[in-house]
């Protein structure tokens, strides 16, 4: 199993952090699975201008081609003024609308007010299913207050990092039968 942690913006260090602690859990409680960390704050990614994915060169094309190569992603994503950033946007849009197909995505959010939780309810959880996502429905909401100097302090988010985790890794074998027991039927 190949997981992708997507950061979605360029700036901030609460997205990273979360990402990073979420994909130590993946590493210490999956040893066998290859995760990768993309923060998009490390690459330089073109405007999407309507291409094929595999026509753009850099960190365009490595970005859009370790998100395709992934079995399952894990997206996180800051919220500001309302709204999801437009890097992370930019992604959905340079990559097809099946890109999501028979793969398991699941959500982490940091936001600065409570309120923002809609956010993903009503913007990000719709393009993933527009983009044929396996969408893991509970996803981690993290506040600003539930950070200190680049750490997570609140138990409650690890344990919640913790069962997103899991969630992705079941959800995930759950869909690899399923697709088994469909292609068994094709090939009889």
Do not use: W
């Amino acid at each position: 199993m190949n997981i992708v942690g997507l950061s979605g913006s360029r700036v901030g260090s609460k997205t990273r952090t979360a990402m990073e602690y979420t994909l130590g859990v993946v590493a210490e409680k999956y040893p066998d699975v290859q995760t990768t960390l993309i923060d998009l704050a490390e690459y330089d990614v073109q405007f999407s201008d309507g291409r094929d994915y595999r026509e753009y060169e850099g960190d365009t094309k490595y970005v859009t081609q370790t998100i395709m190569d992934a079995d399952a992603i894990i997206i996180g994503t800051p919220i500001f003024q309302a709204s999801i950033p437009a890097t992370l946007k930019n992604i959905f849009d340079l990559i097809p609308v099946n890109a999501f197909q028979d793969k398991v995505v699941s959500m982490l959010v940091t936001a600065g007010s409570p309120k923002h939780y809609l956010i993903v309810e009503q913007q990000l959880k719709p393009i993933l299913c527009y983009m044929k996502a396996q969408v893991v429905q509970t996803y981690v909401f993290i506040e600003a207050k539930d950070f200190n100097q680049k750490e997570i302090i609140n138990d409650d988010v690890l344990f919640r990092i913790d069962h997103l985790v899991e969630d992705t890794e079941v959800l995930f074998e759950t869909y690899k039968k399923i697709r088994q027991q469909k292609e068994a039927v094709y090939h009889v």
